[in-house]
């Protein structure tokens, strides 16, 4: 019994000495990745602020438009999809109407 027990405890040194090296690999793994992972909690912030506030992704919209087509481009895409959505809208209400009428 004694035998077995001392074997059991040489066997619990061996593994707790084999966990000790995996934690410090690990924690040198984490090291090397930080910055990388630092970069990507920055765009996970930026997608939360994003979210938080639309109006920035509808001003960034606005600006590269606008770079790109000048003000009265801007001014014709904007008027194309306000057309677009009053037809969108025309259509969903003739269609939910002949739905509930039947």
């Known amino acids: ?5 001392s074997q059991l405890l040489l066997r619990r040194g061996e593994i ?3 966990i000790r090296q995996q934690r410090v690999e690990v ?14 909690d920055r765009g996970l912030s ?5 979210r938080q506030h639309p109006y920035v992704a509808g001003m ?4 590269v438009l ?3 087509r000048g003000l009265l481009g801007v ?20 269609i939910l109407s002949h739905l509930t009428a039947h």
């Open 46 to 50: 930026a997608l939360d602020h994003v």
């Open 27 to 40: 924690s040198e793994l984490a090291g090397q990745l930080k910055p990388a992972l630092n970069w990507a």
């Open 75 to 94: 001014l014709g895409s904007g008027f194309k999809m306000w057309r677009s959505w009053r037809m969108f809208a025309l259509l969903r209400n003739k």
């Open 16 to 18: 707790l000495g084999r």
């Open 1 to 5: 019994m004694d035998r077995e027990l």
């Open 60 to 63: 960034v919209a606005l600006l």
């Open 66 to 68: 606008w770079r790109r």
